[in-house]
């Protein structure tokens, strides 16, 4: 099916392991974004790619690792959770036209740190 | 610090009440956007503006963006209980920077039958 489709849904995880949540776009779109939801603080920007191996910092980049080998794949990794990392992840898919540049979401993976 | 804020956070109101969301900032942006997410799912496109001053309508809904393009606002006309959800501004900064987008906290409206 074309779109956007991240994976797991939900996962809960220990602190202190290592966790990567997986994101797939069938679009071909130049630009990737990993978000994460928190009540009060909208949609903050971890990592985001332009094309492939061309990944760069948003607001909150730190705690996490990302990489682009191919255009369609851009998995997020949490080197070591914290309980702070518990949130909703959401990754976003975009092709620029211009200035221009409609994201579309994921369904999000709904991550619990214990 | 957040690049762009949103006002108010909450809003509940009456079905058939008009409201006006707000989304500012010191930065200028080459467009903004607006999103509408729904509980479980991510947020979805309702608009883009791109022209300082321009306005935009989609039914009930009215957009605008400021002349300077630093701020946006979405009017709605006469809720409807179909219209609750989380609304999220979204402003791109053009150049070089053109695909990166940053989102506002986002304004959570609940519309009572």
């Known amino acids: 099916d074309a779109g956007i489709t991240q994976s797991p849904r939900y996962k809960i995880t220990e602190t202190g392991r290592q966790v990567t949540l997986m994101c797939h776009q069938t679009?071909?779109?130049?630009?990737m974004f990993w978000y994460r939801q928190d009540l009060g603080h909208g949609l903050r920007l971890i990592y985001y790619?332009?094309?492939?191996?061309?990944?760069d910092k948003g607001e909150v980049p730190d705690g996490y690792v990302v990489s682009r080998s191919k255009t369609e794949n851009f998995p997020l990794t949490l080197e070591s959770a914290t309980r702070s990392q518990t949130s909703v992840y959401f990754c976003?898919?975009?092709?620029?036209?211009?200035?221009?540049?409609?994201?579309?979401f994921g369904q999000g993976t709904r991550l619990t740190v214990v | 610090t957040q690049l762009l804020e949103q006002s108010p956070q909450f809003l509940s109101i009456q079905e058939g009440e008009n409201l006006t969301v707000y989304c500012n900032s010191s930065?200028?942006?080459?467009?903004l956007q607006w999103y509408r997410q729904e509980p479980g799912e991510g947020p979805v496109l309702l608009v883009t503006?791109?022209?300082?001053?321009e306005v935009k309508k989609l039914k009930r809904l009215t957009f605008q963006f400021g002349d300077a393009r630093k701020d946006s606002s979405l009017h709605i006309t006469a809720a409807q209980p179909g219209d609750t959800g989380l609304y999220l501004c979204?402003?791109?900064?053009?150049?070089?920077?053109?695909?990166?987008?940053?989102f506002g906290q986002g304004t959570e409206l609940s519309v009572k039958p």
């Open positions: 979204a402003g791109a900064k053009g150049g070089n920077q053109g695909g990166k987008l940053i």
């Open positions: 790619s332009a094309a492939a191996d061309i990944t």
């Open positions: 503006v791109v022209t300082g001053g």
């Open positions: 976003a898919s975009s092709e620029r036209t211009g200035d221009l540049a409609e994201a579309f």
């Open positions: 679009w071909s779109h130049s630009y």
């Open positions: 930065s200028v942006f080459s467009s």
